[in-house]
């Protein structure tokens, strides 16, 4: 059975940190890509960052880069996000996901691409 589970998230103030975690199993971590997502209320869903285990290269949300950094711990099966500087419109429900298909630039961010998801994690960032 393939489950997502993040964890990680939480009430911060403006200019704070969190780091999340997303701990996979079911399938071979090493073929996949793991997308971090977000859903603030009356939103779309956004693609935040996206790591590749298949060919190391990671992605960014133009909004995040700079302060949000992705990596992938293959003998822990998780993938980290770590939030600076947070700010109150990175408020949202944080979401995991993976696909086995690959991705690339143009791809990494679609929902669409990812056939696998997490239940989410609550990220608040007050003012």
């Known amino acids: 059975e393939v489950q997502l589970v993040e964890s990680g998230g939480g009430l911060v103030q403006a200019g704070g940190s969190l780091r999340l975690s997303c701990v996979v199993s079911?399938?071979?971590?090493?073929?996949?890509?793991i997308g971090w997502f977000r859903q603030a209320p009356g939103k779309e869903r956004e693609g935040v960052s996206c790591v590749s285990n298949i060919d190391g290269r990671t992605y960014y949300a133009d909004s995040v880069k700079g302060r949000f950094t992705i990596s992938s711990d293959t003998a822990k099966n998780t993938v980290y996000l770590q939030m600076n500087d947070l700010k109150p419109e990175d408020t949202a429900v944080y979401y995991c996901?993976?696909?086995?298909?690959?991705?690339?630039?143009?791809?990494?961010?679609?929902?669409?691409?990812?056939?696998?998801w997490g239940q989410g994690t609550q990220v608040t960032v007050s003012a």
């Open positions: 079911g399938f071979s971590f090493d073929d996949h890509a």
């Open positions: 996901a993976a696909t086995p298909y690959g991705t690339d630039s143009y791809r990494w961010s679609e929902p669409d691409e990812y056939p696998y």
